[in-house]
């Protein structure tokens, strides 16, 4: 459900030089993460200002290599090195021990990392590889695309790999080589290697794809392209804009330190007019909730707006533009977020202070009926695509959905299924995230972690990943007492074709705990995907390819309901 930044692994050799004083902190710093696509490296180049403050900016040499990522704000002070990138929602504090610095990175959950100064290592040019190539592999009956993307810069020939289908991009490629006519890849997030017959640029490249658990099978890597092309986005709203726009700012008093930065348009004319508040989905994600170039937040507000609704869409907590600290916060947290930007449009006098209601999609929909449990004076909700049952049952259902989707077989799926179980029942029962932790170093012995295609080196990081806060609440999470509690005008909608939040059993959920209910709208709509698309088969691989970002059926029927019960004269 969401997106999040992937963060390189890169080679690097230690610089003779070790600073004996955390003060000497100019330059490059390196330092690896363990993290559970594999190990990634972060390249922190830290300058001194003229008036002695610092600034900084972090590059993924191998993701990336030359794209500089502005640091937002650093310090080092009394042995410590703290530091945030808003842009990708990340923070960092270390202490200054052996001449380095020992810390923890956050970027939506806590990984240790040590920055070194560092030198990177110029990889070898390999030439004729430059550009996209891409391949197939038939799996029970499902094509899955692969696309393998190399380019040479001044510190040498670079690869990153894609699985479309695992909504997996910009993965680490390592052992990179062509010697004698053969071309060699492996990709350690995926456990695959590549082994082929490499003749020239325009040629495919033949060769046997390996992957651990499964047989080796035969594929070709076909060059495409130069680049990756720009995708298509028509929809992307233009100026200038039959509306205002404005940037603002909103502090939520309940959680000390957040303050959202976001966008509200107004439509122009006399108001007050109904709005309405954009909570976006799982992961940390800007305003227009920007997945692989499409914006479909920017699109819904442009639509609404449009048609008389003002939409305030921001930032998540410690993203972006946005303050506060995303790693640690759970759903509940993410719901005095909500609240804020709902007691911000409130006190306005262009908004209709008893016509403002939260637009949720995904997670955000979960998000909506819990900020709701506090909120009396809200007027509707609308749920894009929201769990309307029990959370660990709809993870359940999407691994299970986009497995079968993946050319799975149904042994291997009921074989990880049991094993998911008892790795969800640890964390689940735990009494605290050291509890899970401890259960789950126990009970993820090699065997299983091979089971599960989890690599013995990414343990670790795994783990950490489902013993933090947002797993453990969104693990035991229930929605359907939030839901059967709401007394307010709602609309619950979901396409057919979604693969990570099934239409048909969280639709019947919505259903069942609206029943009875006064005004309630839920409906079910052919041929749309998770982001709400029109698409072919609904797989994650046909977000980035559909041009479309937001079915025009759907933007319709979402303004049309609103206006309908807010609005005694609809705009057309």
Do not use: C
Not at 103 to 131: C, H, W, Y
């Amino acid at each position: 459900m969401g997106k999040h930044f992937i963060i390189a692994m890169a080679v690097f050799v230690l610089m003779a030089f070790s600073p004996n004083k955390a003060d000497d902190i100019s330059g490059d710093w390196i330092g690896t993460l363990e993290t559970p696509q594999g190990k990634m490296t972060l390249v922190l180049t830290i300058k001194k200002q003229p008036d002695g403050s610092l600034a900084a900016v972090l590059e993924s040499p191998e993701q990336a290599p030359g794209q500089k990522i502005p640091v937002t704000s650093i310090k080092a002070q009394d042995g410590v090195l703290e530091f945030t990138s808003r842009p990708i929602g990340a923070t960092y504090k270390g202490t200054w021990t052996d001449g380095s610095w020992q810390g923890e990175f956050n970027q939506g959950m806590m990984l240790p990392l040590t920055f070194r100064r560092g030198e990177l290592a110029a990889k070898p040019v390999i030439s004729g590889l430059d550009g996209v190539w891409q391949a197939e592999i038939i799996r029970n009956g499902q094509t899955i695309g692969f696309e393998l993307t190399v380019e040479t810069t001044d510190r040498g020939t670079n690869a990153t790999f894609a699985v479309p289908a695992m909504m997996a991009y910009g993965l680490p490629v390592t052992n990179l080589s062509l010697d004698d006519g053969t071309l060699h890849f492996t990709v350690p997030a995926v456990s695959g290697s590549f082994n082929g017959s490499f003749v020239s640029t325009d040629q495919p490249v033949v060769g046997m794809w390996q992957r651990q658990g499964q047989d080796t099978t035969g594929i070709t890597f076909t060059r495409t392209a130069d680049k990756a092309a720009q995708a298509k986005r028509p929809q992307m709203p233009q100026p200038p804009f039959p509306y205002k726009a404005e940037d603002v700012s909103i502090t939520n008093a309940a959680a000390p330190g957040v303050t959202l930065a976001g966008t509200l348009t107004v439509p122009e004319g006399k108001g007050p007019f109904p709005a309405a508040v954009l909570i976006s989905g799982s992961g940390p994600q800007d305003r227009d909730q920007t997945l692989l170039g499409h914006k479909p937040f920017a699109v819904l507000a442009d639509y609404l707006t449009r048609k008389g609704i003002a939409v305030l869409r921001y930032d998540d907590r410690g993203f972006a533009k946005s303050t506060g600290d995303f790693g640690p916060s759970t759903s509940a947290d993410f719901a005095t977020d909500a609240n804020a930007a709902f007691a911000f449009l409130q006190a306005r006098e262009d908004i209709k202070a008893d016509a403002i209601g939260f637009i949720g999609h995904s997670e955000g929909g979960l998000v909506a009926p819990v900020a709701a449990k506090s909120n009396p004076e809200l007027a509707y909700i609308v749920f894009l695509a929201a769990p309307a049952i029990k959370t660990r049952e709809l993870l359940v259902t999407q691994r299970r959905t986009i497995s079968l989707s993946n050319g799975a077989d149904e042994a291997d799926i009921k074989r990880v299924e049991a094993l998911s179980q008892s790795v969800l029942d640890a964390v689940a029962t735990a009494s605290g995230s050291d509890d899970a932790r401890a259960r789950l170093h126990t009970l993820m012995t090699p065997d299983v972690l091979s089971a599960m295609g989890i690599p013995p080196e990414r343990k670790e990081p795994a783990i950490r990943q489902l013993t933090s806060d947002w797993f453990r609440y969104f693990l035991k999470h229930d929605p359907a007492p939030y839901l059967g509690a709401l007394d307010i005008p709602v609309l619950a909608l979901n396409g057919t074709l979604d693969q990570q939040v099934d239409a048909e059993e969280n639709l019947g959920g919505m259903r069942a705990a609206f029943d009875g209910k006064a005004d309630a709208t839920v409906m079910q709509l052919e041929g749309l995907n998770h982001m709400f698309q029109t698409a072919k088969t609904g797989g994650l691989d046909e977000y980035m390819a559909i041009e479309e970002t937001f079915a025009p059926a759907a933007l319709d029927i979402i303004a049309s309901w609103i206006n309908t019960r807010f609005q005694n004269t609809a705009r057309h």
